[in-house]
């Protein structure tokens, strides 16, 4: 999407949706750290305002919803995950670059060009939970038979003995022979 207009026309808005399938996203999102583990539950409409703020600026304004699911933290079961994106960004024209850091920032443009999606991108990956969770009280799985302890208990000793003490256990047992 080329914003020549945006960044020297005064008064000059224009409005887009993009929409992000599912394959999309995974291609996209191949490698990306923080979304390697999770999917597009079902394709998505990010709607994208860009405003000419002054000349070789604009303001790009973002909102959505993307459905995504990924893998429990604790128990591995699918969660799926609501991710509402709202964001707001300063874009400036190749020419109209402040510094050096805000040139960093603009990985999703190429001169004039705007990658949109890998904007969108950029900005779940900021929205994405480190931590997924199926329920706040997942109790997670066995460590020693797997069972996923959310549906049944499995029986398995859950004793672990603390390894900075492994010393004095030895002591305990060879006394007791």
Known sequence: MNLTDVFYR????????????????????????GLEDVRLKEAAEVTLSLEHTEKGKALIKGFGTMILEG?????????PVSLPLDFCRIVYA????????QKEEQQFLT????????LILEE?????????????????????????LNQKDCGCDDFVP???LAGLMDLFQNSST
């Open 94 to 101: 190749p020419e109209a670059i402040p510094d050096e850091e």
């Open 111 to 118: 001169e004039y060009e705007l990658d949109a999606k890998g």
């Open 162 to 164: 603390d390894i900075r």
């Open 10 to 33: 005064s008064n000059q808005t224009e409005t887009v949706g993009i929409r992000l399938t599912e394959a999309e996203f995974e291609e996209l999102a191949a490698g990306v750290r």
């Open 71 to 79: 893998a429990c933290s604790r128990c591995l079961e699918p969660v």
């Open 124 to 148: 779940l990956c900021l929205s994405v939970p480190v931590k997924l969770l199926c329920r706040e009280d997942c109790r997670g799985i066995c460590k020693k038979c797997g069972q996923n």
